[in-house]
């Protein structure tokens, strides 16, 4: 399916869609509350059949985040990206790793790094730092570090 297509065929799903150009992936732009109904759709349809999570991370940019989601169709060999803004203060969205078992671990990482709270996720709790690590988000530009005093 050609990136036309998938634009038409993602926007039938969900109407509100916005559109990235200028990369070889379908860069699909939309509201973090759109974000799970989308996702099971993705998964469901039998024409996308977005099945298989690849990738997922979080960009700070110091006025807010974005959620970036590489989804990959193994039948079809598509492959789109979608992303969300969210509120730095108060980064929230919810959890897809019901859609696809990949997002749980990734899910807890950007969770720890980032401070993002992944809604209705299964066990969301730090994945690789100790404890004592919680809320410190390092991967944040405003995090500090006093012993390596790295600052962005």
């Not at 559109?19 to 939309?30: A, K, R, S, T, Y």
């Not at 759109?34 to 940019?61: M, V």
């Not at 730090?126 to 690590?133: F, R, S, T, V």
Request: aromatic share 12%.
């Amino acid at each position: 399916m050609s990136n036309e297509e998938l634009k038409s065929s993602i926007t039938g799903l969900l109407p509100s869609v916005a559109f990235e150009e200028g990369g070889e992936w379908l860069n699909i732009l939309i509201e973090p509350g759109d974000w799970l109904s989308l996702a099971q759709q993705l998964r469901k349809d039998e024409a996308l059949f977005f099945d298989y999570l690849f990738c997922l991370t979080c960009i700070d940019w110091k006025t807010h985040l974005t959620m970036v989601y590489h989804l990959s169709s193994t039948k079809y060999r598509h492959t789109i990206v979608v992303k969300a803004k969210l509120d730095r203060n108060k980064p929230e969205i919810e959890a897809v790793s019901p859609v696809w078992r990949t997002a749980d671990f990734h899910e807890r990482e950007v969770y720890e790094m980032f401070g993002v709270q992944f809604l209705n996720h299964p066990d969301l709790r730090l994945l690789i730092l100790p404890d004592g690590w919680e809320g410190k988000n390092p991967l944040r530009k405003d995090f500090e570090d006093p012993v390596n005093m790295i600052r962005l």
